[in-house]
């Protein structure tokens, strides 16, 4: 978590809380297997949508790196 915090003051992250949540809803999409067919797909649409937010932040970081020339 501390780590995480200081991403966010850095400005790597927005939201050290929200990467926490997404981390969480991965760890229940692998870990939990729910017997209810409707909680699952329940499960996969909130991982799908978690999936858009983490490739905002990937692309976040790829920018950032850019703009300090580590990556091209």
């Known amino acids: 978590i501390d780590q995480l915090n200081r ?9 050290a ?5 997404l ?3 991965r760890n229940e999409f692998t870990h ?3 017997d209810n067919a409707d909680e699952r ?8 949508a978690s999936g858009e937010h983490i ?7 790829i920018a950032r790196l850019q703009e300090r020339g580590i990556v091209s």
């Open 32 to 34: 939990d297997y729910p």
């Open 41 to 48: 797909f329940a499960r996969l649409q909130l991982a799908m």
């Open 55 to 61: 490739l905002h932040i990937y692309e976040r970081f």
């Open 23 to 25: 981390r969480q809803i």
């Open 17 to 21: 809380e929200q990467w926490s949540e």
């Open 7 to 15: 991403m966010e003051q850095l400005g790597w992250l927005e939201s």
